[in-house]
């Protein structure tokens, strides 16, 4: 069943670079969603592969799908110029690389539809095969947290019951992201928002379901965790984090 009948638009923002190989599976788990009152904006960030053609090829074959094409600036710049192309009054970003459940946007829609909030978290699994898979959990369930629970569910939360720094696995309010963008030229670019993003909401839902699906890959730059710039801006993040507390605390 196809839910459309709703105020409710998802922005989807994918930032490509040279994943030819995994961007039919990505894509192809966006445009098939059960709620299809979405718009999917594909930011090819100078690819030197075939993704740009790819994008395209799904750009024709569906009229939701937006593509920009822009030089080389790395992740956080493909997620800013998605960001800036937005019309959505809810965001969600998932990596070219990875791939979501086909109900994932429902299963949003139908969270929003009943309470106000300011974003929803997601479960997510780790995915080694470039085969498509799906985990279905019949026993779902929904936590509901005000701004101070789940900073203490993001810095001090255990495994299966906390709120990870990553972007994507997420469902965001539009104005949640009123002057915030990612910092171009880092590593570890969500280590440097998505604190601010948890201070800025009042309420959020946090699911069990295994929505998002997270492919491990050898040749990531940040799976390098020895990488010297990798280190350096995770410090650094860290550092910006904690000098943010402590003037927020000498307000």
């Known amino acids: 069943m196809n839910y459309v009948e709703s105020d409710i638009l998802f922005s989807i923002i994918v930032p490509v670079y040279n994943t030819e190989k995994y961007l039919d599976r990505c894509l192809k ?58 019309t959505g009054n809810y965001y969600i970003f998932v990596d070219s690389d990875d791939y979501i459940d086909l109900n994932y946007c429902r299963v949003a829609y139908e969270l929003l539809s009943k309470n ?33 629970q789940a900073l203490k569910m993001y810095f001090i939360g255990e495994h299966n019951n906390r709120i990870y720094h990553f972007a994507w696995g997420k469902v965001y309010k539009k104005d949640i992201f009123n002057d915030l963008t990612f910092p171009e030229g880092r590593l570890h670019e969500d280590l440097f928002v998505t604190y601010k993003i948890i201070d800025r909401i009042e309420t959020c839902a946090i699911s069990n379901q295994v929505m998002y699906y997270y492919f491990i890959r050898s040749d990531s730059i940040t799976a390098n965790s020895s990488n010297k710039r990798n280190i350096i801006d995770q410090i650094d993040a860290i550092e910006e984090m904690n000098d943010y507390f402590i003037r927020k605390g000498n307000r």
């Open 116 to 148: 106000d909030l300011d974003m929803i978290v997601f479960n997510f699994k780790k995915v080694y095969s470039i085969e498509y898979y799906e985990e279905h959990d019949k026993n779902s369930k929904f936590k509901y947290l005000n701004r101070n």
């Open 29 to 86: 788990s966006i445009i098939n969603q059960t709620y299809s009152k979405i718009e999917i904006i594909v930011v090819n960030d100078g690819s030197t592969d075939r993704s740009l053609d790819i994008c395209i090829k799904y750009q024709k074959m569906d009229k939701r799908v937006v593509v920009i094409n822009k030089e080389n600036g790395g992740l956080s710049s493909a997620r800013n110029a998605g960001l800036i192309n937005a």
